[in-house]
């Protein structure tokens, strides 16, 4: 805790008054700064600061132009041609132009680079076509009309003069990691890389070639630096705030009622923003490739027997959640679409309230029996023991993780319960596959679509069983057939019967289980300006346009 506060020291002895520095904190650290290859929330914390996309959503989750001014779309809803911004500059000071654009289309394509954006991108099983029509322009040619694809427009472009060599020599997947020189990382975003220290802390500096300015003509960002303290734990994050040394606070809501007495004292404002657009869910091992199944391989008999998976959603205690995890600022989740997303959420799946004696009925039809201690065996004489891993420093999820093991101990099954470094369960998620259980989340989003890396079973982060050549039940491969179908059909209506379908599926085959939603709560200092907080944004969407007052 003293390094941190003394690390804080480093950059200003009254962090807070410094008008162009603007200072946050955060327990989670980049792991990548290449924001093509696979990026989880701790990447893009940092490196939505360094690249702009062609197109992203405003406040109102509308798209609009960032380096594309505007855009052309055919009648047939097949092409779709963008206008890019001229102009723009790279923080080298090199020329942005339509060859960045199609480099980075080309990278996203390449079947060797391992990315989530080609799922998304994919129509009908196919790349669109997309080509350069002159230095300013670009074309996208789709198969068939496709209705997302807009809203899927929000990669971040990427520079083709400092990343073709290495992507042409294949070593583009080793390219721009943490350990990288920041001078060799340019983007078009508002900030430059300057100093990543591994556990302390990121710090950004203006870039000074930044195409957007204010209405007065002023080059914008109005920030010189912008600092991102690596805080271990949420407890960290806080006492640095209450100690005047960040700007904002992600509030949690154990602390919600303690600084909502401070507040009237103090140079701050909380501001609730209504349920996030995040989720928190269990998911299970469902892959066949699990390399711990040499050795337990009736694990994945249990976690792919249906009755087992629906007696642990019915031991899910949400108002338990809601109450000790969230302090009772959150609200309980049951479907894969986030709460706030009243356009596609299905109120109307599947349930399971919390009732310890149907989670015993479920265990009985499963084949699962007691033994005289209470400890629960399956058919083959197994004791039912798992581990269950989160992130640690995340106080919600292993105060989640706990409240998960206590029920289920009430079951006769011994949960593990292991927090580890955020990457490190990443890892074990997406690229070895050796887990049992995690308790993760995804930022969660306005279009379905946008998901299809997760939801349909070709997808990188089908987290139950990634990357299926063929869909390994019915009920997978219907998943399939109704993003396809939810993808081409340009009636709103029609798009939320079939995800309406898909949420109904998930919630009753239960690959994943969900657990609560917390309260986007935040506490922000007076003295930060321009501030327009949302849940789906936060509060540093816009932070081109925000600035400090004495």
Same mark, same amino acid.
């Given at each position: 805790?003293?390094?941190?506060?003394l690390?804080?020291?480093?950059?200003?002895?009254?962090a807070?008054a410094?008008?162009?520095e603007?200072?946050i904190?955060g327990e989670?650290?980049?792991g990548?700064l290449?924001?093509?290859?696979?990026?989880t929330?701790s990447?893009?914390?940092?490196?939505?600061?360094?690249?702009d996309?062609?197109l992203?959503?405003?406040?109102k989750l509308?798209?609009q132009?960032?380096?594309?001014?505007?855009w052309d779309?055919?009648?047939?809803g097949?092409?779709?041609?963008?206008y890019?911004?001229?102009?723009?500059?790279?923080? &080298?000071?090199?020329?942005?132009?339509? &060859?960045?654009?199609?480099?980075?289309?080309?990278?996203?394509?390449?079947?060797?680079?391992?990315?989530?954006s080609?799922?998304v991108m994919?129509v009908?099983?196919q790349f669109p076509?997309?080509?350069?029509?002159?230095?300013?322009?670009?074309?996208?040619?789709?198969?068939?009309?496709? @209705?997302?694809?807009?809203?899927n427009?929000?990669?971040?472009?990427?520079p083709?003069?400092?990343?073709?060599?290495?992507?042409?020599?294949?070593?583009?997947?080793?390219?721009?990691?943490?350990?990288?020189?920041?001078?060799?990382?340019v983007?078009?975003?508002?900030?430059k890389?300057?100093d990543?220290r591994?556990?302390?802390?990121v710090?950004?500096?203006?870039?000074?070639?930044?195409?957007r300015?204010d209405?007065?003509?002023k080059?914008?960002?109005?920030?010189?630096?912008?600092?991102?303290?690596?805080?271990?734990s949420?407890?960290?994050?806080?006492?640095?705030?209450?100690?005047?040394?960040?700007?904002?606070?992600?509030v949690r809501g154990?602390?919600?009622?303690?600084m909502?007495?401070?507040?009237?004292?103090?140079?701050f404002?909380?501001?609730d923003?209504?349920?996030t657009?995040?989720?928190?869910?269990?998911?299970?091992?469902l892959?066949?490739r !699990?390399?711990?199944?040499?050795?337990?391989?009736y694990?994945y008999?249990?976690?792919t027997n249906?009755n087992?998976?629906?007696?642990?959603?019915?031991a899910f205690d949400?108002? %338990?959640?809601i109450?000790?995890?969230? @302090?009772?600022?959150?609200?309980?989740?049951?479907s894969?679409?986030?709460?706030p997303?009243?356009?596609?959420?299905?109120?109307d799946?599947?349930?399971?309230p919390y009732?310890l004696?149907?989670?015993?009925?479920?265990?009985?039809?499963g084949?699962?029996q007691?033994?005289?201690?209470?400890?629960?065996?399956d058919?083959n004489?197994n004791?039912?023991?798992?581990?269950?891993? %989160?992130n640690?420093?995340?106080n919600?999820?292993?105060?989640?993780?706990n409240i998960?093991?206590?029920e289920?101990?009430?079951?006769?099954?011994k949960?593990?319960?292991?927090?580890?470094?955020?990457?490190k369960?990443?890892?074990?998620?997406?690229?070895?596959?050796?887990?049992?259980?995690?308790?993760?989340?995804? %930022?969660?989003?306005?279009e379905?679509?946008?998901?299809?890396?997760v939801?349909?079973?070709s997808?990188?982060?089908h987290m139950? !069983?990634?990357?299926q050549?063929?869909?390994?039940?019915?009920?997978e491969k219907?998943?399939?057939e109704?993003?396809?179908?939810?993808?081409s059909?340009?009636?709103i209506?029609k798009?939320?019967?079939?995800?309406?379908?898909?949420?109904?599926?998930i919630?009753?085959?239960?690959?994943?289980?969900y657990?609560?939603?917390?309260n986007?709560?935040?506490?922000v200092?007076d003295?930060?300006?321009?501030?327009?907080?949302?849940?789906?944004g936060?509060?540093?969407?816009n932070?081109?346009?925000l600035y400090?007052e004495?």
């Amino acid at each position: 805790m003293l390094v941190l506060f003394l690390m804080v020291g480093l950059f200003s002895t009254t962090a807070v008054a410094q008008q162009k520095e603007l200072i946050i904190a955060g327990e989670s650290e980049p792991g990548n700064l290449n924001s093509v290859i696979w990026p989880t929330t701790s990447d893009t914390n940092v490196t939505h600061m360094i690249y702009d996309c062609l197109l992203i959503p405003n406040e109102k989750l509308e798209m609009q132009g960032e380096l594309a001014k505007d855009w052309d779309i055919s009648e047939d809803g097949k092409k779709y041609t963008f206008y890019l911004r001229e102009g723009v500059q790279w923080s &080298d000071g090199k020329e942005f132009t339509a &060859d960045d654009v199609i480099f980075t289309f080309d990278l996203i394509s390449d079947e060797n680079i391992p990315t989530s954006s080609r799922d998304v991108m994919k129509v009908d099983g196919q790349f669109p076509e997309y080509n350069k029509i002159d230095k300013y322009t670009v074309e996208f040619i789709l198969p068939t009309s496709f @209705a997302p694809f807009l809203n899927n427009m929000t990669a971040p472009i990427v520079p083709k003069h400092k990343l073709y060599s290495s992507w042409q020599a294949g070593n583009f997947n080793n390219s721009w990691g943490i350990n990288t020189d920041p001078s060799e990382i340019v983007g078009t975003g508002p900030f430059k890389l300057t100093d990543y220290r591994n556990g302390e802390r990121v710090v950004m500096e203006k870039n000074e070639y930044y195409w957007r300015k204010d209405p007065a003509g002023k080059s914008l960002p109005y920030f010189e630096r912008w600092i991102r303290i690596i805080a271990e734990s949420q407890e960290t994050q806080s006492l640095l705030f209450e100690n005047g040394q960040t700007h904002f606070l992600a509030v949690r809501g154990i602390d919600y009622r303690r600084m909502k007495q401070q507040e009237a004292n103090s140079n701050f404002k909380l501001i609730d923003a209504g349920p996030t657009f995040s989720t928190n869910f269990l998911v299970f091992n469902l892959n066949p490739r !699990n390399p711990n199944l040499e050795n337990e391989p009736y694990k994945y008999d249990w976690f792919t027997n249906l009755n087992f998976r629906k007696a642990v959603a019915y031991a899910f205690d949400k108002d %338990t959640m809601i109450n000790q995890a969230l @302090a009772g600022q959150g609200s309980k989740q049951w479907s894969a679409v986030s709460l706030p997303n009243k356009v596609y959420l299905n109120e109307d799946v599947k349930k399971y309230p919390y009732d310890l004696k149907k989670a015993r009925a479920e265990l009985e039809k499963g084949g699962f029996q007691w033994n005289e201690n209470g400890e629960l065996f399956d058919w083959n004489g197994n004791r039912v023991e798992f581990n269950l891993v %989160t992130n640690a420093g995340n106080n919600v999820r292993e105060s989640l993780i706990n409240i998960i093991a206590s029920e289920l101990r009430e079951l006769g099954i011994k949960v593990n319960t292991n927090p580890i470094e955020f990457n490190k369960m990443v890892s074990q998620l997406s690229d070895e596959w050796n887990f049992d259980t995690i308790l993760i989340g995804l %930022t969660g989003g306005v279009e379905p679509h946008q998901g299809t890396n997760v939801w349909m079973s070709s997808g990188h982060l089908h987290m139950w !069983n990634p990357v299926q050549e063929e869909p390994a039940t019915d009920w997978e491969k219907r998943i399939d057939e109704l993003f396809v179908k939810g993808a081409s059909a340009s009636n709103i209506s029609k798009r939320k019967e079939y995800y309406d379908e898909f949420q109904e599926i998930i919630a009753e085959k239960l690959p994943l289980i969900y657990t609560v939603t917390p309260n986007s709560l935040y506490a922000v200092r007076d003295s930060l300006k321009n501030t327009e907080i949302t849940a789906y944004g936060g509060v540093i969407w816009n932070i081109h346009e925000l600035y400090l007052e004495n």
